[in-house]
T-cell receptor, first 115, second 116 residues
Framework: AQKVTQAQTEISVVEKEDVTLDCVYE???????LFWYKQPPSGELVFLIR??????QNEISGRYSWNFQKSTSSFNFTITASQVVDSAVYFC????????????FGKGTRLHILP | DAGITQSPRHKVTETGTPVTLRCHQT?????MYWYRQDPGHGLRLIHY???????DKGEVSDGYSVSRSKTEDFLLTLESATSSQTSVYFC???????????????FGPGTRLTVL
């Protein structure tokens, strides 16, 4: 079955702290894609990253980094030196090559960065 | 930013009335999607389209229909709105199907629908 679990419903950290958002997925496919999206208070959904199942290399983009580990079926997202503007709901998502055109989203983690 | 607009952005309607939401894109992308977002459920796929007049159901399609007569427009219709359809509706587009390297979905700004 195709499933994405974001066990952390809500997290609060003080500004400048590092924070990691967990994402665990389930899939039977060997070819799949993982995504992270950000939804700030304004409501739009912002694409952050896409990673395919054959590329386990970690990625860093500024203060954002992603750790993909197939052995634990996890695709965790870390924000380093968090800022108030990082406050948002973050969604992890999965798409399987065998299930054309469908992305399954996790329920999201609401992140509060406290000044 | 991907050129995606949704209309209306906000709508309040009464139970039993028909409602149509419109998604318009200027990217000429082949794939278009409708999602609904509800607290505790994240985003759930309602219907999607893989080309003009080609559509298929998602995981929560009951009570909804869609149409795509032009590449740029994807309409979502609630034939007889119910209170359970109160939600935020997002349209998304992508250039390519899941298994290609260019696969990424970009989302519109959302439509907040309230059914009284």
């Amino acid at each position: 079955a195709q499933k994405v679990t974001q066990a952390q419903t809500e997290i609060s950290v003080v500004e400048k702290e590092d924070v990691t958002l967990d994402c665990v997925y389930e899939t039977r496919d060997t070819t799949y894609y993982l995504f992270w999206y950000k939804q700030p208070p304004s409501g739009e959904l912002v694409f952050l990253i896409r990673r395919n199942s054959f590329d386990e290399q970690n990625e860093i983009s500024g203060r954002y980094s992603w750790n993909f580990q197939k052995s634990t079926s996890s695709f965790n997202f870390t924000i380093t030196a968090s800022q108030v503007v990082d406050s948002a709901v973050y969604f992890c998502a999965l798409s399987e090559a065998q299930r054309d055109d469908k992305i399954i989203f996790g329920k999201g983690t609401r992140l509060h960065i406290l000044p | 930013d991907a050129g995606i607009t949704q209309s209306p952005r906000h709508k309040v309607t009464e139970t039993g009335t028909p409602v149509t939401l419109r998604c318009h894109q200027t990217e000429n992308h082949r794939y278009m999607y409708w999602y609904r977002q509800d607290p505790g459920h994240g985003l759930r796929l309602i219907h999607y389209s893989y080309g003009v007049k080609d559509t298929d159901k998602g995981e929560v399609s009951d009570g909804y229909s869609v149409s795509r007569s032009k590449t740029e427009d994807f309409l979502l219709t609630l034939e007889s709105a119910t209170s359970s359809q109160t939600s935020v509706y997002f349209c998304a587009i992508s250039e390519a199907p899941r298994f290609t390297s260019t696969d990424t979905q970009y989302f519109g700004p959302g439509t907040r629908l309230t059914v009284l």
